[in-house]
């Protein structure tokens, strides 16, 4: 029976799974590089990145870059609509609302579901790199139901103290996770002192069934910093300190985890009269050097991915070549 090119493509995505990953660092042009590819291989993209999902942190998110040729933004329900290429998974909650890893994963899998299902080729992007392992190798989430008194009495101390604290108690989730964000070491304590087990213990995994092409990003470190330091310049420019300004008048607290948001806590202090712009700008940018260096350390341990320079010449080419050749195989491909 003859089947037009389209419907081939819609039952190799369909019956194989196929999921495409676009990851890396900050600063590397993930979404700018997704959204050419959603063109070229008409899908749609789920954003893998945990300050995205925050309704009104657009700017310091890096949702959208307000100085580049996008021209049409429309926000709809759970995602945005940019120039035609539908981005799921952006303003899913208000900043005062928790929101864990295993809601993540269950929301992803619904919006890749969902795209599938269309004939369509889910394209994960982000940065964040347990929201990107959860997915792709089916991390299955302990669901422990946040202590309001654990966390009170937990927020209250320095972050060395909960480090040491989760060192002793669990010396293993202490070596796999980002130790210096405080929100993933007192989930981990809290996860401990309910139920007795470590969190990484409870972290099984479970078959995803997906055959996921993973593409990451990477630059040489001080071309890259130099890239985020102009950013944020660009983040003022574009109107950051009244995007936060607008949250802190609609009652969102600058202690809430949200607010701690890489940027977002700087420019809290500049408004407040704490410190002033300039070093409210020389934090983020310090802090964002730090940030990619976690980032790495977190990617490098993952060898499924395929790396690519974006500094090297024909970059796009070398992409859209190994994804068509990755559509077209049956078995997954394996990076080397």
């Known amino acids: 029976m003859w089947l037009s090119p389209a419907l081939r493509l819609y039952v190799k995505l369909y019956r194989m799974k196929k999921l495409l990953v676009i990851e890396g660092p900050t600063g590397t042009g993930k979404t700018s590089l997704a959204i050419k590819l959603v063109k070229k291989f008409n899908g749609e993209i789920v954003s893998a990145d ?3 999902i925050y309704k009104g942190m657009d700017i310091g998110t890096g949702k959208i870059d307000l100085s580049s040729k996008i021209s049409d933004v429309r926000k709809e329900k759970n995602k945005w609509i940019v120039d035609g290429v539908p981005i799921h998974l952006y303003d899913v909650i208000t900043p005062d609302k928790t929101f864990s890893v295993a809601e993540y994963q269950q929301l992803a899998y619904g919006a890749i579901d969902e795209i599938s299902k269309k004939g369509k080729l889910p394209i994960l992007v982000g940065g964040t790199g347990l ?13 422990v139901a946040p202590d309001k008194k654990l966390r009170d009495r937990l927020e209250t101390q ?10 002793k108690v669990d010396p293993t989730t202490a070596g796999k996770i980002d130790k ?9 304590l809290e996860v401990f002192y309910q139920t007795g087990s470590s969190l ?13 092409l993973q593409i990451g990003l990477t630059a040489e470190r001080e071309p890259l910093y130099q ?33 701690s948001s890489l940027g977002y806590r700087q ?16 934090r983020i940018k310090w802090e964002t050097h730090s940030y990619i260096r976690r980032q790495y350390t977190w990617f490098r341990r993952n060898r499924n991915i395929f790396w690519f320079d974006i500094n090297e010449k024909e970059i796009e080419k070398e992409i859209e070549k190994i994804i068509s050749k990755w559509i077209a195989e049956k078995e997954p491909f394996v990076a080397g």
Do not use: C, H
């Open 180 to 188: 210096q964000n405080p929100r993933r070491v007192i989930r981990a």
């Open 267 to 282: 420019v809290a202090m500049f408004i407040q009269g704490k410190i002033p712009e300039g070093e409210a700008k020389q």
């Open 50 to 52: 945990s300050r995205q």
């Open 200 to 212: 990484s213990s409870l972290q099984e995994k479970f078959k995803s069934n997906f055959d996921a």
């Open 158 to 167: 320095p972050l060395n103290t909960l480090v040491a604290e989760l060192e």
């Open 131 to 143: 929201y990107i392992q959860a997915v792709t190798e089916g991390l299955k989430i302990p669901k």
């Open 227 to 259: 890239k985020v330091d102009d950013r944020v310049d660009s983040w003022f420019e574009q109107g950051f300190t009244e995007e936060v300004k607008k949250l802190l008048n609609q009652g969102f607290s600058e202690n809430l985890p949200a607010m």
